[in-house]
Structure formats: structure tokens, C-alpha cells
């Protein structure tokens, strides 16, 4: 029997060792905490299938003037931490270019196109159908400019893609969701996206689910990944070494660091996201994209949960409440939102490539060490499906898209 150790539990770490146990992989999954605790719970829990292009970066002066001078709650950074950020954004910049973002957007179509049926298939055999809903998200616009421009890229996408969505006048919006004080200009439902209450309780059920099939989650350190003396990989978990003919760096944002210990530089631009959830308030009946502040806010099970844009702060660096606050303040002007659940707000990290492609395939100098990671704004769509093709190539199975766009060896 093959074997593997997947390291990182978010939801890309669950996928994998879901269809590595399902192909007849002896599989550990290692994590320091409980699956699902970080980036993959402090999300906006959209399974987001009308986002067949990755987010490019802004080439617009007046927007990257916006967010020089903090004028914008979407983008925000913090000047001592720039210089962690500056070469993955430099290479980000220039993947922006119209060939090179069309280019990876007919990659990421590939993969988009199939997240909500990869999904599926593990929310029935994990028994989390309670969890989510299939009546898609909203987006709410402020300026007219901005609601045109929004609709005229939605019919792009419904000409090229066939995504489905309906514009909203601001009585639309007001009429769906009766929680809401202000509609702004009105806006748009994409249609087909499903939304999830929990989506940490969701990845603890695929983790469920993982153990239920026979695989076993374990406590440990990724950091002690080293080859074993028979060619194979191990690990030291709370109950002792543990090898595995194949190891998975499934670690989000925190893959690289442990992969520069192997002798691999993968530059990544991380995107902090604040998150926290209120109380007490009303309640939207589904997600809503406040587009000009740059939040969502979403009914879960906790409260509504308010998640932010993307800042670029240090690595280690301390929690800053501005995007947040600002949001918050931004929410209220819209809806009675209650008061906050949580003591202090948490933040995930986006662990984006600067082409906006994960990275899955075999290391390119190490036999049996496998890279699943760099998901950016939607490593939780894409978990089960980018799991699935990972799982293919390390079983030696006819891929289900073409895993080349994704091949480590292009860093
Ligand atoms: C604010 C915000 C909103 C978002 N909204 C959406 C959305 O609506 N839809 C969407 O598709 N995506 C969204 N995303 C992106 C998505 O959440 C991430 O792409 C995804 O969660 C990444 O999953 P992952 O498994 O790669 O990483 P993670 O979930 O971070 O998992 C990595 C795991 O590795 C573990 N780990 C790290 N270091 C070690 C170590 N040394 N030893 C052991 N374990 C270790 C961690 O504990 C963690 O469990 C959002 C992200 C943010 C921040």
C-alpha cells in the first residue's frame, strides 16, 4: 500500500488526503491545530464558480494612487512591511498584463469549472448539506460608474463562460434582503456560487469524513519534514516519528518557508484578511459584497461575519484594526449589525503566486515530495478539486485537466 504524509490541514491539506485515502493511500494528515483553523476558517465561505479569472493586480494609476495614499479599504499596507512584499508584488505586476492574465485565467477556468461538483461530491459523503446554500451571493455598488462597469465585465463573463447573474436595482436589493437600511445604487446576484455558514465546521467534516475512510489525522510540527534513511519521508508527530514513501506540503501561506529549508524560493504575495463575526443585529439572508469598502458580510452560524480585503503587513506583524474598523463602520451605515462575538478580531493570510496559479505537482530535485499549495483568493473553492488532481498525478492516474499551467518547476 502507498503512503503518504499530508502536512497542513486547511481545506487543501483535507482534499488531498480525502483522495489519497479514497485511492488506497495509507494517509496521516499532520497539522499544530485542529483541521480547518486558520486561513480555511476565517474565510468568506463563498464557493465562488463564477470566478473563472484570478484577480489580476490593479494597472490603473488612479487606483494604485488610492491605495498609496490609504484613500482605498480594499488594498491597504503598511510601509515597514514592504519590503517583504515588494519582489512577489513586482512579478504579480507584470503576470497583470492582459496576455498574461488570459492566459491564466484559461487554466483557472479549467479548475473553477469543476469546484462546485468536486465539492458536492465530498459535502454528500461528509453528511454537510446543512451547511451550505445554493442560491448564490450579492454584490452591492455605491456609484452608478461603478455598477456599469460591474455589469458590463458579468456579461464577458456570461458570453465567454456561460455564469449566470441578475442585476438589482436598489428596490431589488431592499425587497431580498429586508435587514438591509441602504441599497446604494443597487447591483448584482451572481446566481450559482453556493455560500457556506461554517467553513471551518465544513473542512471538519471533510477531516471527518477523512478519518471515517480510514486515514488519520495527527498532531506535529511540518518543520521536522526530513527524508527517512529507506528513501521515504518523516516526520515527528506527538506520537513519535511517523514515515511515509510521499510527503504533501499543504501548508498555505506557510508553504514556502518550509520548502526554503529543501532549497526551493517560491515567492508568494500574502493578502492578511481580517475577520469577525457580530450579533444581536439583523440578518442577510446571503452574502453581500460591499464593492466600494472592499468587505463581505455573511450569515453565519456565529453572527454576521464581516471578512476584509487584502493588507500587506509583515509576516509576524501585529494585528492593525483600520481596514477592519472601517469596514465595520462602512456594515453599519448598511444594516444594524449587533454587537462583535468575538474579543479580538482574527486575520487569515491569502497565499497567492504572482500568477495567480496554485502550484501542484512533484518537487523538481526531491523524489515522493509532492506541493499543493498558493490558492490565493480562493484556495476554498478550489480545494477538493486541485486535490483531486494532485491526488491523480502522485496515483499515476490520467490527470483531469492539464497540470501544467501548474507545475512547480516554473518558479
Ligand atoms: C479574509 C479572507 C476571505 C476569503 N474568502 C474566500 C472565499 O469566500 N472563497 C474562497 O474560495 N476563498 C476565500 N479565501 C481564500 C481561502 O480562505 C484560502 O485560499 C484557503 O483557505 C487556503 O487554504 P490552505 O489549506 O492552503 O491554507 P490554510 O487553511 O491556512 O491551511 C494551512 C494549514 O497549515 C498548518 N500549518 C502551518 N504551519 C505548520 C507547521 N509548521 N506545522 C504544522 N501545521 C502547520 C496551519 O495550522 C493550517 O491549518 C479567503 C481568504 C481570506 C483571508
Known amino acids: 500500500m502507498k503512503s503518504a ?26 497539522d499544530r491545530k485542529e483541521p480547518g483553523g486558520e486561513t480555511s476558517y476565517g474565510n468568506a465561505g463563498l464557493i465562488q464558480s463564477e470566478a473563472f479569472q484570478p484577480y489580476a493586480m490593479s494597472h490603473n494609476w488612479r487606483e494604485l494612487t ?3 495614499i490609504g484613500s482605498t479599504n480594499a488594498v491597504r499596507y503598511r510601509l515597514a512591511a514592504l ?22 485565467s484559461a487554466a483557472y477556468a479549467q479548475i473553477i469549472g469543476c469546484a462546485a461538483r468536486e465539492h458536492e461530491s465530498f459535502i454528500r459523503d461528509s453528511e454537510a448539506g446543512n451547511l451550505i446554500r445554493r442560491e448564490g451571493f450579492r454584490i452591492l455598488y455605491r456609484k452608478h460608474s461603478a455598477l456599469k462597469a460591474a455589469v458590463a465585465a458579468a456579461e464577458n463573463l456570461r458570453e465567454v463562460y456561460d455564469v449566470k447573474f441578475s442585476t438589482l436595482t436598489p428596490w431589488d436589493l431592499m425587497q431580498a434582503e429586508a435587514a438591509l ?25 471533510y477531516a471527518n469524513l477523512f478519518t471515517r475512510i480510514g486515514g488519520h489525522i495527527v498532531r506535529g510540527d511540518a518543520q521536522s519534514l526530513s527524508t527517512s534513511g529507506t528513501g521515504g519521508w518523516s516526520v515527528i ?19 514556502p518557508d518550509l520548502l526554503k529549508r529543501f532549497g526551493y524560493r517560491f515567492p508568494m ?3 492578511r484578511g481580517y475577520h469577525r463575526h457580530y450579533a444581536g443585529g ?33 509576516p509576524s506583524g501585529k494585528l492593525d484594526l483600520t481596514q477592519l474598523a472601517c469596514a465595520e463602520q462602512a456594515a453599519r451605515n448598511l444594516l444594524e449589525l449587533g454587537r462583535p462575538v468575538e ?8 497565499p497567492c503566486m504572482p500568477d495567480m496559479l496554485p502550484v501542484i505537482g512533484g518537487a523538481s530535485r526531491h523524489r515522493g515530495l509532492w506541493l499543493h499549495f498558493g490558492h490565493g483568493h480562493h484556495g476554498f473553492t478550489l480545494g477538493p478539486t486541485t486535490g483531486r488532481l494532485i491526488a491523480e498525478l502522485m496515483n499515476n492516474e490520467a490527470p483531469m485537466v492539464d497540470p501544467f499551467p501548474y507545475r512547480p518547476e516554473r518558479y
Open 5 to 30: 504524509i499530508v502536512l497542513g490541514a486547511g481545506i487543501v491539506g483535507v482534499a488531498t488526503a480525502v483522495h489519497l485515502q479514497q485511492r488506497g493511500w495509507s494517509v496521516a494528515l499532520l
Open 66 to 68: 488610492n491605495i498609496a
Open 83 to 104: 519590503p517583504w512584499h515588494v519582489g512577489p508584488l513586482l512579478s504579480y505586476w507584470r503576470h497583470s498584463f492582459p496576455a498574461s492574465h488570459a492566459r491564466a
Open 181 to 205: 437600511t441602504d441599497a446604494g445604487v443597487g447591483g448584482l446576484h451572481w446566481l450559482e456560487p453556493w455560500t457556506v455558514f461554517d467553513p471551518g465546521g465544513l473542512v471538519s467534516a
Open 237 to 255: 508527530t506527538e506520537g513519535g516519528r511517523m514515515e511515509a514513501e510521499a510527503a504533501v506540503v499543504a501548508l498555505g501561506p506557510w508553504s
Open 269 to 271: 504575495v500574502r493578502k
Open 282 to 314: 439583523g440578518r442577510l439572508d446571503l452574502p453581500l459584497y460591499d464593492a466600494a469598502n472592499g468587505y463581505v458580510l455573511a450569515p453565519m452560524t456565529k453572527g454576521t461575519r464581516i471578512t476584509t480585503g487584502a493588507e500587506f503587513a509583515a
Open 343 to 350: 474579543p479580538k478580531p482574527g486575520f487569515g493570510t491569502r
